[in-house]
């Protein structure tokens, strides 16, 4: 018999922090017992980014089907899977069971291993469609398909931005990718793309909720999409395009075009759309039926392209105030919704809201198709409701002022990029989750939605997406990234001694239409240790990932806070950071000064007081909308992006030094300093009081004064870098200490400094107005109430 070994399960990396498997655990030593996970504090958790780009030195995609283990356990072969080569048979980490190799698999040998068993492939990627032992069968891949959906209830300047924006992206699109168009204001238009010889448009009302069939009715569509109705049988001779029924080829052919087709009708298309017509009354706001408009889109790609990966992507420029999904009256005296409305249930239109996009997730969801929006308004658009819609289908979703704004027009330019600028769209996935018989899945916070695949691997208590062991992603990219919570249920036989495994293994199985067209399963089985938490209390301590725990606890809080209406965020977060301190903490009891915490919990409190802080946490001053956009890409980006999110970097610029990182105080400011912040949304650039009466006297413009020019000129260098590779882009605030836009960098400081003791501030720094307490101030009470527990 051999085995991989499980110590080859690799930490993570230090030049990439998620590693090779693109997973990272709150704890890399497992407690066995249900009491002393609970005395972890942090919960067991994994992130996992399923659809990130492969390490090159990863094997490429294998071109045969993988080998599950027998039912109920199901899990796919896997490196550390025990192998008997002169039986040809495998045993199952998971469950023990015992497989047997299938005859394709005959010359299995110690010195002839498939790629899927080597020590370093705990992550292998298969294409699927190939018959046992042959290559992936041939044929072409589905095109990907784009719908677009554009508000016109906008002023002509914005539709102009709108405009420009879609002939850069059209441009940017692969010759056979499949075209739409939507636009909507008062009354929802479908162009019909297929009908080049002049415009023709099918008209909805946007008074009134139309079902489905009502849509597929009206456009000639009737029974197209419905189930079984794709896979009627072709008669003789009839066209398919990529095995579709003809009826359905109709659709597409009128209504979803290639590019290379529809390019010239799409432009002049765009060159004759006007701001939308219908009058606005005095004191009211325009008739815009957004909910409509997205159930028309929606049931147009579940006639034509049902179970094929499609994008419906929403470009919003205002609130939805007729038909369903509204979210504000007409008349402009009632404001849009605000926190304290939906706190007092003073939003009369929110739940109304939340059901129907509810209920368009569903069918997206069914349909395997994603909802991207893109709000660009001074206004709320309804991003608060629609999040159900986005979340659970995989959308993307940017927020920002302005059609004509760098965040917008960047950030939709880069969905359609292909090259290293690419996001990797991937269409139409699935994931489940296998684990070892002691481990419980509780569920799921991210981009997904339940498939309700219940067994005997799900949780008694569920967050999240749970009660199921498989959820369906209709929309991922190489940075998406889902938060799975466990429980420890040790079964009787499994705590006696002598039965007891070292080791435990948790399986990720994703399959997802890869960008290229092509159908694939990535594999990924990660291996951690159990511990005696309570007698190998160091092994815990060694395999504690602080950022991995920052982030985990921030997305398990904004949950608590969208679903319990009396949750108090930041009382429970000192809560747990007082009971860890004190269960991991090195102290004397009742003495404060004698407390020290491990390597690899110094930072843990540093994240938990800018948590605290942050816009997660503090709604004041942020709208409805702005906060489900943050929480939305807290919740499924990478763990590096989150925690940028939580606590931003900071670094330095001077004649003194290098560029080097400065703590997050106000005490780094400085006359003659540039300070650059990376706050993940935005991205500022802060001149010093001297630095900027420098550069207002145009010194950077002198032969003899080149280094203040090139000083100048790092951060923006820094910051392209930083904007170059982040999806939405972020905003970028160039201010001036002792200027308005200072506030951006101000906000997110540590108050070491305020009005209180500007005695004590050292010359060309700063103060902050605010009575929050400082970090040294936090520690201090942590402190004192960590050693009295």
């Known amino acids: 018999m051999s085995a991989a070994d499980p110590s080859a399960a690799p930490p993570a990396a230090a030049a990439d922090p998620d590693g090779p498997d693109a997973v990272r655990l709150t704890w890399n030593a497992w407690p066995r017992s249900k009491v002393e996970a609970s005395r972890c ?3 067991l958790a994994a992130t996992v980014s399923p659809a990130r780009v492969q390490d090159p030195s990863a094997p490429a995609p294998l071109p045969y089907p993988p080998l599950r ?15 008997d080569f002169a039986a040809k048979i ?38 699927v469609g190939g018959a046992p032992g042959a290559p992936a069968a041939a044929g072409p891949p589905p095109p990907p398909v784009f719908l677009f959906v554009i508000d016109t209830c906008v002023i002509e300047e914005e539709l102009d931005y709108v405009k420009m924006a879609m002939r850069k992206a059209v441009a940017l699109l692969p010759e056979h990718a499949l075209v739409g168009l939507v636009t909507f204001g008062t009354q929802v238009h479908l162009h019909e ?22 849509i597929l009715d009206q456009l000639g569509l009737a029974g197209a999409g419905r189930p079984g109705f794709p896979k ?22 009128r209504f979803l075009l290639p590019v290379s087709e529809c390019e010239c009708t799409l432009s002049t298309l765009l060159d004759e759309l006007q701001p939308d017509q219908w009058p606005v009354e005095a004191g009211n706001r325009a008739i815009r039926c957004t909910g409509v408009a997205l159930s028309v889109a929606a049931g147009l790609l579940g006639a034509c392209m049902p179970g094929t990966g499609a994008r419906i992507i929403a470009l919003l420029g205002g609130p939805c105030t007729e038909g369903p999904g509204v979210i504000v009256s007409k008349d402009l005296s009632e404001p849009v919704r605000s926190h304290k409305d939906l706190d007092k249930d003073a939003a009369p239109h929110f739940q109304k809201a939340v ?43 940017v927020l920002s002022e302005s059609f004509g704004h760098s965040v917008f027009k960047d950030s939709f330019k880069r969905i359609f990029e292909g090259g290293e600028q690419s996001l990797g769209l991937s269409f139409n996935g699935t994931i489940e989750i296998n684990c070892s018989k002691d481990i419980k899945v509780q569920g799921i916070i991210g981009p997904c939605t339940s498939l309700e695949k219940k067994g005997a691997l799900c949780a008694d208590t569920v967050v999240g997406q749970g009660n199921t062991t498989a959820w369906k992603m209709c929309g991922l990219d190489r940075n998406t990234s889902l938060t799975v919570f466990f429980d420890v249920s040790p079964s009787e036989r499994s705590s006696q001694p002598g039965h007891q495994n070292p080791h435990l293994y948790i399986q990720f199985v994703t399959s997802y239409q890869h960008p290229e067209g092509q159908m694939r399963i990535r594999v990924t089985t990660i291996c951690r240790k159990w511990v005696d938490g309570s007698t190998n209390t160091e092994e815990l301590v060694e395999g504690f990932d602080q950022e991995t725990a920052a982030v ?10 969208e679903m319990e209406e009396e949750f108090d965020a930041t009382r429970w977060l000192d809560r747990s950071l007082i009971r860890l301190c004190s269960r991991f903490g090195d102290y004397r009891k009742d003495d404060p000064s004698s407390f020290s915490l491990h390597s690899n919990f110094s930072l843990f409190p540093q994240f938990m007081f800018n948590l605290r802080r942050s816009q997660f946490v503090q709604v004041f001053n942020n709208s409805p909308d702005e906060t489900a956009y943050f929480r939305m890409l807290l919740n499924r980006e990478t763990v590096t992006n989150s925690v940028a999110m939580i606590q931003p970097s900071l670094i330095s610029f001077s004649f003194d030094s290098p560029p080097s990182p400065v703590f997050l105080d106000v005490a780094s400011i400085a006359a003659d300093r540039i300070l650059l912040l990376d706050a993940y949304f935005s991205v500022v650039i802060f001149h010093g009081m001297t630095i900027a009466q420098w550069r207002n006297m145009g010194y950077q413009n002198q032969p003899e004064h080149e280094q203040f020019a090139q000083l100048l000129q790092a951060p923006h260098e820094e910051a392209q870098m930083i904007i170059k590779g982040r999806f939405p882009v972020p905003r970028l605030v160039v201010c001036d200490q002792h200027g308005s836009q200072a506030r951006f960098l101000l906000a997110k400081l540590n108050p070491s400094a305020t009005y209180n003791s500007a005695h004590d501030v050292a010359p060309g720094s700063d103060i902050i107005f605010t009575d929050d307490v400082s970090f040294q101030v936090f520690c201090e009470h942590l402190q004192r109430l960590a050693v009295q527990s």
């Not at 969801?365 to 660009?376: C, E, K, R, T, Y």
């Open 41 to 43: 504090v942090v919960p």
């Open 69 to 83: 283990c027998k039912p109920p356990c199901s899990a796919l072969l896997n490196p550390f899977a025990r192998v």
């Open 90 to 127: 495998w045993i199952c980490p998971l469950c023990f069971s015992r497989n047997h190799f299938p005859p394709h698999y005959a010359a299995i040998s110690e010195s002839n291993v498939p790629a899927e068993l080597f020590p370093q492939c705990s992550t292998v990627e298969y294409i």
């Open 193 to 214: 793309l297929g009908f080049s010889d002049l415009s023709k448009i099918y008209v909805f009302r946007g008074t009134k909720e139309i079902s489905k069939e009502q």
């Open 232 to 253: 009627m049988p072709q008669q003789p001779g009839g066209p398919q395009v990529n095995g579709m029924h003809p009826a359905t080829t109709a659709g597409v052919n």
């Open 355 to 397: 059901k129907f996009y509810d209920g368009l997730a569903k069918q997206l969801v069914s349909q395997g198709h994603v909802l991207d929006v893109f709000a660009s308004a001074l206004d709320q658009v309804g991003l608060a409701e629609m999040k159900v819609a986005i979340e659970r289908t995989g959308g993307l979703v």
């Open 552 to 561: 985990v606890l921030s997305r398990y809080i904004s949950l608590k806070m």
